[in-house]
């Protein structure tokens, strides 16, 4: 098929998706299955693209068009499992399976999250990720680790602008740039792992207000107050 396929309702299958033709899958609604090639350009719509398998299971090629919509992906499997972008833009991508996930590619998100903790996301060393915001986290006593895929080897994530903040990451081999602050706290639950730099794991700053003065005035001087506790005066000049 060279033309384009609309996807009306919500499809969904316990095998694979191969994407092969000439034309546009356009998807309007939810997509669920166990793999996902993509070797067709596809729009991904405002739906959900729900990845049940393990291994590579979301794959899309190296000379197909993306467009992201708003969707997200969930990649689901309790198993590890791979997604292979090809450097393509995506919106959303979720780890939301217990099972390792790895990113491979260098490639575009509007945020990459997780839905599950504990859990792991692995970057494959040497590749960026650029994304437009970073709500990646975890949760009291249930790290999400986020490393590289070889030990000592950076991946890299950029944002060009405002203030990145996580709780409960274990980070590790992670180069955070591109202009915006990326806040790792230890105070809110993050963990340095080694081998980061872009990240401030110091701990959170805390704006306390100075306290009101009710503190009695001495004589007519406006500026006459008790000092300390014990009857000791000073007139300010």
Known sequence: NTGSITLVDSFSSSSTINRNSSG?????SNVRASTITLNGSTSLGSGNWEVTGSGISWSTGAAVTITPGTSTIYMLSASAKTFAGAGKTYY?????GSGTLTITGSNSFNDI?????????????????TVSNFTLSGTAGNQVTLNSSTSGSPHTLSDASG??????????DSTAT????????TSNGNIDGGGNSGWDFGAAEINEAWPACNAPMVGTNPFSVIVNSSPTYRDWE
């Open 178 to 185: 591109g202009g915006a602050i990326w806040q790792s706290y």
């Open 113 to 129: 999250t997780a839905s599950v903790a504990p859990s792991t996301i692995t970057i494959t060393s040497g590749t960026t990720q």
């Open 163 to 172: 203030t990145v903040s996580v709780s409960y990451l274990t980070i590790s």
């Open 24 to 28: 546009t899958l356009i998807a309007n």
């Open 92 to 96: 959303n991508l979720n780890q939301g």
